[in-house]
């Protein structure tokens, strides 16, 4: 009995971490390439496991993918910075292969800089 019980164990853990969602690596986006724009925010999602804005540049719209949110508030980015209707600067990289995406290595907010990485 005892070892059936762990072996419902180990299989229900292994269930488990194989349905966890794939982390995304930084090494989709492509360093070579800075992209510096500013624009309007669009919409905002301030939780983890990274925090996101829809950014209007020109007429395009950008998902950019901010830290996770514990280092956005130990660098200084409250929720409310980051809300829709704010203007900020973003620098960071382009995805490789996700049209419109980018992840930010730093963001300016009323001209004050907040590294992000």
């Not at 949110?69 to 995805?95: E, F, N, W």
């Amino acid at each position: 009995m005892i070892v059936l019980k762990n072996l419902f164990a180990v299989l229900l853990f292994t269930l488990c971490v194989s349905f966890t969602p794939p982390h995304h690596g930084w090494a989709n986006y492509d360093q070579t390439k800075t992209l510096d724009y500013t624009g309007v925010i669009e919409s905002s999602v301030y939780e983890n496991p990274h925090a996101t804005i829809k950014v209007v540049q020109d007429k395009k719209v950008w998902t950019v993918i901010l830290a996770p949110v514990t280092r956005m508030r130990d660098r200084g980015v409250k929720a409310d910075m980051v809300k829709k209707g704010r203007s900020l600067r973003v620098v960071g990289y382009p995805h490789k292969e996700i049209k419109d995406e980018m992840r930010a290595e730093r963001i300016f907010i009323d001209g004050n800089k907040y590294e992000l990485r």
